[in-house]
C-alpha cells in the first residue's frame, strides 16, 4: 500500500514568488491534514479535510495560504505571494475515521529567499 | 492555551544506555496521546499511542510510554538504546474522544546515539 506522498519534496523560490504544494494521501482516507513546522519550533496543525470539506482551517496564517482538495482525492496548498516567513517543512497526514493518530508524508521543505 | 512541552531538546547517548524522554501536555480534558519519530531522511511515524486502558502503553522497537493523569505527563522510554535509534522524537495528542482531530505538537527531542 502507498503511503501519504508529497510532492515537491524541496522548492526554493523568491519572495513574492507563488509555490503549489501537493499531497496525495493514502487510498480511501477522507481525513487529510496540512502541518507546517518552521526551524526549530514545533509541528503546527494549519488544516483539516474531511473528503472535500474544509473541517478545521483554525491553524491557517493568514489569507496567503489557499488549500484545496477537489474530489476529496489529492490536496493542494498554495502560497502567494510567499513571504520569508513561510519557509519550513510542510507535512501532510491522512488517517481513517477510526483510525488514531495519522499517517504522515516526508513533507516539503519550503525556502522563500 | 494547549501545548505539548517536551523537556529536553537535544539528548546524546551511548549505545545501552537506558533512555527516558519527557513530554507533558496542557490541557484539562480527555486526551489521546502519541509519539512520533523521524528517522533521517525519513517521513513521521507513529511510535505509539495511548488512547484508554492500561496507562503503561508498548510500541514498536521496544519502546514503551506511561501515562500519568495527575502528571499530565505521557514520557516515552526504553531500557537499551541502539545506535539505529538516531532520530528526532515528538509527543504529541489529540483533545477530545474522537479519533481525529488536529495533532498537537512538542517542539522535539533530537536523540543521538553514540555507537
Known amino acids: 500500500e502507498a503511503g501519504v506522498t508529497q510532492f515537491p519534496s524541496h522548492s526554493v523560490i523568491e519572495k513574492g514568488q507563488t509555490v503549489t504544494l501537493r499531497c496525495d494521501p493514502i487510498s480511501g482516507h477522507d481525513n487529510l491534514y496540512w502541518y507546517r513546522r518552521v526551524m526549530g519550533k514545533e509541528i503546527k496543525f494549519l488544516l483539516h479535510?474531511?473528503?472535500?470539506?474544509?473541517?478545521?482551517e483554525s491553524g491557517m496564517p493568514n489569507n496567503r495560504f489557499l488549500a484545496e482538495r477537489t474530489g476529496g482525492t489529492y490536496s493542494t496548498l498554495k502560497v502567494q505571494p510567499a513571504e520569508l516567513e513561510d519557509s519550513g517543512v510542510y507535512f501532510c497526514?491522512?488517517?481513517?475515521?477510526?483510525?488514531?493518530?495519522?499517517?504522515f508524508g516526508q513533507g516539503t521543505r519550503l525556502t522563500v529567499v | 492555551a494547549q501545548s505539548v512541552s517536551q523537556h529536553n531538546h537535544h539528548v546524546i547517548l551511548s549505545e545501552a544506555a537506558s533512555l527516558e524522554l519527557g513530554c507533558n501536555y496542557s490541557y484539562g480534558g480527555t486526551v489521546n496521546l502519541f509519539w512520533y519519530v523521524q528517522y533521517p531522511g525519513q517521513h513521521l511515524q507513529l511510535l505509539l499511542k495511548y488512547f484508554s486502558g492500561d496507562p503503561l502503553v508498548k510500541g514498536i522497537k521496544g519502546f514503551e510510554a506511561e501515562f500519568i493523569k495527575s502528571k499530565f505527563s505521557f514520557n516515552l522510554r526504553k531500557p537499551s538504546v541502539q545506535w539505529s535509534d538516531t532520530a528526532e522524537y515528538f509527543c504529541a495528542f489529540i483533545h477530545g474522544s474522537g479519533n481525529t482531530g488536529k495533532l498537537i505538537f512538542g517542539q522535539g527531542t533530537t536523540l543521538q546515539v553514540k555507537p
Open positions: 479535510f474531511v473528503k472535500e470539506s474544509k473541517q478545521d
Open positions: 497526514a491522512s488517517s481513517q475515521e477510526w483510525e488514531p493518530g495519522a499517517f
